[in-house]
């Protein structure tokens, strides 16, 4: 299997910050890879896909890059709703896995 | 507009099965597969597998192998994931997820949608 690292698994920022979250694969998977946001009591949100396109509606604020093994995601400029979790998932493979996830806390 | 409705809450004793449905609406049922993914409290998220509702192929995480079933009903839309020999650690959320670009075990992007999530608590 392979297997995502993500992080840190905690951020502590605050409003306007910039905020780069790092995810890296136990062996490439090109650019198959998903960004998701996940908020207390609700399912993950799509953010992101093929490691840097953007999912219709979701916030321009929101970027990603990377290929192979190594992968980031951006906020360029922090906003009160973006205080969530937020995972990455590879699917180079039929058998898909998720990162640990890294919560973005209040500074 | 594509919806997943999921099952309601489960409480099952160890050793025991659960089986938690999802209903699909809005789209045509066999176009996409249906994923399942489960999240115990204040954990991260673990996918478990994927099934092809127009073949009934399925491709499950090595960690669930033969503990874990996923099915069909075609003619209500529905999938069904039957996970047996349960026990605590099984205590989680469990969600159904799809995608337009996931068919055959194949997926060309992340998950779009997704259930509301089952809830399956395993006590004694």
């Known amino acids: 299997d392979i297997q995502m690292t993500q992080s840190p698994s905690t951020l502590s920022a605050s409003v306007g910050d910039r905020v780069t979250i790092t995810c890296r694969a136990s062996?490439?998977?090109?650019?198959?890879l998903a960004w998701y946001q996940q908020k207390p009591g609700k399912a993950p949100k799509l953010l992101i896909y093929?490691?840097?396109s953007l999912e219709s509606g979701v916030p321009s604020r929101f970027s990603g890059s990377g290929s192979g093994t190594e992968f980031t995601l951006t906020i360029s400029s922090l906003q009160p709703d973006d205080f969530a979790t937020y995972y990455c998932q590879q699917y180079n493979s039929w058998l898909l896995t998720f990162g640990g996830g890294t919560k973005v806390e209040i500074k | 507009q594509v919806q997943l409705v999921q099952s309601g809450a489960e409480v099952k004793k160890p050793g025991a099965s659960v089986k938690v449905s999802c209903k699909a609406s809005g789209y045509t049922f066999t176009s996409y597969d249906i994923n399942w993914v489960r999240q115990a409290t204040g954990q991260g998220l673990e996918w478990m597998g994927w099934m092809n509702p127009n073949s009934g192929n399925t491709g499950y995480a090595q960690k669930f192998q033969g503990r874990v079933t996923m099915t069909r009903n075609t003619s209500i839309s529905t999938a069904y994931m039957e996970l047996s020999s349960l026990r605590s650690e099984d205590t989680a959320v469990y969600y159904c997820?799809?995608?337009?670009?996931?068919?055959?075990?194949?997926?060309?992007?992340?998950?779009?949608?997704w259930g509301q999530g089952t809830l399956v608590t395993v006590s004694s």
């Open positions: 997820a799809s995608s337009p670009y996931c068919s055959g075990g194949s997926c060309y992007s992340g998950y779009d949608y």
């Open positions: 093929k490691a840097s």
């Open positions: 062996q490439s998977i090109s650019s198959w």
